[in-house]
């Protein structure tokens, strides 16, 4: 009988033993749970879901029977990028299943350029013989555009873009023969609906194993708006009006990639642009505007659980642009590089504000281009 005592007692001491060890073991997976429910995310679209976690233990060996497996926790449904506000318009975060977001944005962009031209010729450096004229081009575009995407999967969104464009150019000319007239100003303007856009975005990955989210993304751009061709002229050739749209189908696949990096969050984008050639009759017969190739990349941070900022730098060079197969006389390849800073805040759970401002650095780029965003969801994620 005392034989049977000390059998029982050394089992349960051997059980204690074991339930403490299980005890720790949940100890040390609840700062991971906590950690993993406070983590920041700024709104751009929805809050991200974390990547699935399934903790299993089991009993030790010396227990005469395993405890069965079980979960703790709830897993997530799936990993998806970090809702970091980007700078640039390349979105890293997809729209989730079933909901839709309108986003009303306004774009305004100012450049200036000053010039001397010359028709006339150089003998010398200070001897010039021709006309010389000073001339100042100052260039405002206000884009007003609407949005709408949907997500038909977790990992697949359709969008449409629809922009309202107005232009105004005003060019001020000096002749220096003739100083005593004073300076010639002249302005031309414009407006309407510029060039509707589609596009399909799909994330290829999960982003697990140290790999960065990756996104294919598909733009088509129509030539909805007037066609720099069917604007009028004057005698001299010059504009009357200023064209809203390209006047081109165009194109453009492209990746995104997005990697967290705690506390930042790194990303990139490189895309092709396909300007489809076009046959316009007349004197301009078939016309070629040129491709152009992009690359963007740049960090996001998140401040707090509303507010984010970024910064990225974005270049695009257009090549040269041909009519019948041939290298427009005088045509150049075209550099547009932009420092981009950006900042988000959350307004409600399902809407916030997004700005951000470009600075021109290469001389073809605008001198600055101010973008006001204003995401707001609809429709509740379906479960599942």
């Known amino acids: 009988m005392r034989k049977l005592l000390e059998e029982q007692m050394k089992q349960l001491e051997a059980q204690k033993q074991e339930l403490q060890s299980l005890r720790r073991r949940l100890d040390a997976l609840q700062p991971r749970s906590a950690e993993t429910a406070r983590s920041p995310s700024v709104p751009v679209e929805a809050a991200r879901p974390a990547a699935p976690v399934e903790e299993k233990i089991t009993a030790s060996p010396a227990e005469k029977g395993p405890l ?4 703790v926790g709830q897993a997530p449904e799936r990993p998806r990028p970090p809702d970091i506000a980007l700078a640039s318009e390349q979105r ?38 021709g006309k010389i004229e000073i001339q100042r081009v100052n260039r405002d575009t206000y884009i007003g555009a609407i949005a709408a995407r949907y997500g038909i999967t977790h990992r697949f969104e359709v969008e449409a873009k629809l922009p309202y464009v107005s232009r105004s150019d005003t060019t001020q000319a000096r002749p220096l023969e003739k100083p005593v007239q004073g300076d010639i100003i002249k302005s031309v303007d414009g407006e309407g609906i510029g060039d509707a856009e589609l596009a399909l975005r799909y994330q290829m990955n999960q982003g697990q194993g140290g790999w960065p989210h990756l996104i294919g993304n598909m733009r088509v751009k129509s030539h909805t708006g007037k066609s720099p061709f069917d604007v009028a002229t004057d005698n001299n050739g010059l504009q009357m009006e200023l064209p809203t749209g ?23 984008n490189v895309s092709y ?111 599942g």
């Open 92 to 129: 890293g975060v997809l729209t989730p299943r079933g909901r839709l977001i309108l986003e009303p944005s306004l774009q305004y962009t100012n450049s200036s350029v000053n010039r001397v031209a010359l028709e006339g010729y150089t003998i010398i450096p200070a001897l010039t013989i």
């Open 246 to 268: 390209s006047g081109f189908w165009g194109v453009q696949p492209s990746l995104t990639m997005v990697l967290p990096s705690d506390p930042a969050v790194l990303f990139g």
């Open 273 to 383: 642009l396909w300007n489809i050639e076009r046959d316009l009759g007349g004197n301009f017969k078939r016309i070629d505007p040129g491709d152009a190739i992009g690359i963007n990349f740049g960090m996001g941070l998140a401040l707090n659980e509303k507010a984010s900022y970024s910064i990225a730098y974005d270049l695009s060079v257009i090549g040269k642009s041909k009519q019948n197969g041939e290298i427009i006389p005088r045509a150049q390849t075209i550099k547009l590089g932009s420092l981009l800073l950006g900042y988000a805040y959350r307004l409600t759970p399902d809407s916030s504000i997004n700005v951000s401002i470009g600075v021109g650095i290469t001389a073809d780029a605008p001198d600055m281009q101010l973008t006001l965003r204003m995401p707001t969801g609809f429709f509740s994620k379906p479960k």
């Open 68 to 71: 069965p497996a079980q979960p």
